[in-house]
């Protein structure tokens, strides 16, 4: 079996970590090796924030390369088009419509690029979602993640049951029935 | 069944495993959930230490008592551990003792990218690298029983990909191991000239034993694909290089990384027509192989700098291109780590950038009050350097200069490392002014409790050391409390301390953003007042920007902090209660 490879891409604080966690716990209880990379320190302070998800029988090296990704799964408009070179041909853009100024932006230095969804479109299969609407819709706009998650999840072989039994068992309980909804919006959003 | 566990998670459990009683440590990017995970086992006693080189005595002390104990730290934390490590090469242990290390190539979040093999050859103790969650457990649990059986203290070298990447792991139960008996041994614990001559021989006999072990150990692996061409790789360059080069190539996976083998290295290379010695930062295992006359193909092919890829690999030792990929028509603007919203460093930036003074830096979030807009921070060394290099500032400029000139450091590093710079000031009569950043934790590694901040790793209440007690108990006579959000009374505050010409500390108080109980109520809005003058945008504040000429706030991200508030010279910005 070939590995499947799912690069997670946000902005620190966006709750990535989260999303790559639940991705991972959902991988292992269906049985495959996995590896999941992940960014602390520094560059969680707002910066641009990336995580790997990969899996399958047997699974090396814990990155992405440019051209692998089956899946980017972006939290950000920019973060998604900054992401664009490691999708593989053929590959998918599950992206969050949020668009986050980064600090070139918001002193001048630098412009953040018009229609990006068009233009990722224009290169890749994309499926652009407003996640935080719908996070806010489920109780909580930090379920973004979980948006996301629910209709990434769409994308995999990973069963339905799974999910939700893999975010019972990641989710604090306080925050439970909040991201289950979140999860169940993501899930059922047709574009 | 087997569990998802980041390298370092992985590492707490092969201690646990292996019995460790004491751990001690300081935080440090890419290290700190090693000892945080420790925590989820009460019968270990754990704790944050003042600073590495205190953890590295706490652990001695530990072992020389009887106990299996650890210490971790980040790269740049091992040269501050390094007095006591190169002693403790002589001392040996009595309870197994692991030090754990964590590179940074590539410096997601560290200040230089230091390679860490070169201390286990220039200490004199020995070295293991795994390569992955599997490893950093099962090698952390054989490090604990090496280091008993060579009496050395044995370190683990980890890097960021290692340390944080989860992978599957089998756990298992905790080894019951004994407090070994604690006898007074002058003659290997005393370590003065008398007694360090003879252990010296020792250490020379220890490394000749450690040498004939990496020889026959299993840790050094052979993986024979019947190819012409080999790889001597080891830690996350074998996962690398397995990955790009399959059962293309022959691999040794070094899983000792100090010492190295020597014959198992000829005989490999013997079967071979060429070897490639695939390793990041710097090229330790090259060096052994030229050193032993073994012809091998390494730096020349890669590089010094950061991390290695797969992709590299394949292209470096088969010629292979890459997957094709897309690529964005135009610039994408980069998005550099900022300083969160609410944070109250911004406060502090802000006066010092109005001020025009010139700023001696730390280790920190608050590093990044180098990045525009505040840009205000001059110098970045080490922890603690903030404070002493002002000092040698002044001394080499006089005291003009030294009126326009300020260090910053956080509460943490403080205590660190800076404590000694204050005392250094005080002392030899300088004039500086520290200003310490106390926002109540150790932000930037991810909330960890100091000795300022009244709790123990554990959370349980401590004793709390009083910064202004502190200062005034060292000899410094002008200490300030001031909050940074307060902006014209801070302000005054730093024109008359660094005007003073004796020494001073102001003491910037003013909770991290991020911690649980910061909560500020309701968010700030811009009134149709606002006059575009731009005043807040000199702040970096993420949630602020100016969209079509007009200024915005953007409520997913202000925390209603209010700073912007208290600079806007027209009392344009208001806060707004939640909706």
């Known amino acids: 079996m070939k590995t499947t490879n799912i690069m997670i891409v946000g902005v620190g604080g966006q709750g990535t970590l989260l999303a790559s966690r639940i ?10 090796d996995v590896k999941v990379s992940e960014v602390h320190g520094m560059s969680q302070r707002g910066g641009s924030v990336v995580t790997y998800v990969k899996f399958g029988e047997k699974v090396y090296s814990p990155i992405i390369g440019r051209g692998e990704a089956d899946i980017v799964l972006a939290f950000e ?23 986050i100024d980064p600090m070139p932006v918001i002193t001048g230095a630098a412009a953040y690029p018009a229609d990006i969804v068009s233009r990722l479109g224009a290169q890749a299969a994309v499926t652009a979602i407003d996640a935080l609407s719908l996070a806010k819709e489920a109780g909580n706009s930090r379920a973004v993640n979980v948006v996301l998650i629910g209709l990434m999840a769409k994308n995999t072989a990973i069963p339905y049951e799974r999910w939700i039994e893999t975010l019972k068992t990641t989710v604090p309980p306080k925050f439970l029935e909040v991201n289950l909804r979140a999860f169940e919006l993501g899930y059922r959003y047709e574009k | 069944m087997a569990k998802l566990l980041i390298g370092n998670a992985a590492v707490a459990q092969g201690a646990y495993e292996a019995g460790v009683r004491v751990v ?29 080189k205190v953890a590295c005595e706490v652990a001695v002390g530990a072992s020389m008592a009887g106990a299996r104990s650890m210490t971790c730290c980040k790269h740049v934390g091992l040269n501050v551990m390094a007095d006591p490590l190169f002693t403790a090469s002589y001392i040996g242990v009595n309870g197994g003792m692991v030090i754990c290390v964590a590179d940074d190539p590539g410096m997601h979040s560290s200040q230089n990218e230091q390679d ?32 008993e059986r060579f009496d050395v203290p044995f370190v683990i070298r980890l890097s960021t990909r290692v340390s944080h990447s989860q992978s599957l792991v089998e756990t298992g139960a905790r080894e019951a191991v004994e407090l070994k008996p604690y006898e007074k041994n002058v003659a290997k614990n005393v370590m003065m000239p008398a007694m360090a001559i003879k252990r010296h021989v020792v250490v020379e006999e220890r490394a000749k034993k450690l040498a004939e072990y990496a020889e026959s150990t299993e840790l050094n692996r052979v993986e024979d694909n019947g190819s012409r061409i080999g790889v001597i790789t080891s830690g996350i360059s074998y996962m690398y290089a397995r990955e790009a080069l399959g059962d293309a190539v022959n691999y040794l996976k070094l899983g000792m990384a100090y010492p190295m083998p020597e014959q198992k290295i000829r005989d490999f290379a013997a079967r071979c027509d060429r070897v490639f010695v695939i390793e990041e930062l710097d090229p330790f295992i090259e060096e052994h192989c030229r050193a032993l006359g073994v012809e091998v193909t390494g730096k020349s ?8 890829t797969p992709a590299m690999i394949a292209k470096a030792v088969l010629g292979l291109e890459g997957a094709p990929s897309a690529e964005a028509e135009e610039p994408i603007p980069v998005r550099p780590p900022v300083m969160c919203p609410g944070c109250p460093h911004r406060g502090t930036f802000y006066v010092l950038k109005k001020l025009g003074l010139t700023v001696s830096g730390d280790i920190g979030c608050y590093t990044l009050g180098a990045a525009q807009p505040l840009a205000s921070v001059d110098s970045t060394i080490c922890m603690g350097a903030s404070v002493s290099a002002a000092l040698g500032m002044a001394k080499a400029r006089g005291p003009e200069f030294n009126r326009k000139l300020v260090s910053v450091i956080g509460d943490s590093t403080f205590i660190h490392s800076g404590i000694t710079g204050l005392i250094d000031i005080v002392y030899n009569k300088g004039a500086n002014t520290v200003i310490i950043l106390d926002n109540s934790i150790t932000g930037m590694t991810g909330h960890q409790d100091n000795p300022t901040t009244g709790r123990t790793i554990r959370g349980e209440a401590t004793k709390q050391v009083d910064l202004e007690l502190l200062c005034r108990a060292v000899g410094v006579e002008h200490v300030v409390v001031a909050d940074p959000f307060d902006v014209k009374a801070f302000e005054q505050v730093v024109r008359e301390e660094v005007n003073r010409d004796e020494p001073s500390v102001i003491i910037a108080q003013r909770p991290c953003a991020l911690l649980k109980y910061v909560k500020y109520s309701g968010r700030c809005v811009v009134t149709d007042r606002c006059k575009k003058c731009r005043m807040c945008m000199k702040l970096g504040c993420p949630a602020i920007s100016v969209k079509e000429g007009a200024v915005s706030i953007n409520p997913d991200l202000c925390n209603g902090c209010g700073l912007c508030v208290n600079v806007c010279p027209f009392g344009a910005i208001e806060k707004e209660a939640e909706a």
């Open chain 2, 116 to 147: 860490s093999r070169h201390y286990a050859k220039a200490a004199k103790i020995a070295m293991l690298e795994p390569s992955d969650s599997a490893e950093c457990l099962a090698f952390t649990k054989a490090a604990f029983a090496l280091s």
């Open chain 1, 23 to 32: 991705l991972g716990n959902a991988v292992i209880g269906e049985g495959y």
């Open chain 1, 77 to 99: 408009l920019l973060e998604a088009y900054r992401a664009l070179p490691f999708l593989r041909e053929g590959g998918r853009i599950i992206v969050n419509t949020q668009a």
């Open chain 2, 24 to 52: 001690s440590s300081y935080p440090g990017t890419p290290s700190t959930e090693i000892t945080e995970s420790i925590v989820q086992y009460p019968e270990v006693y754990v704790e944050w230490a003042p600073n590495e």
């Open chain 2, 301 to 308: 092919a890669f590089t010094m700098l950061g991390e290695y």
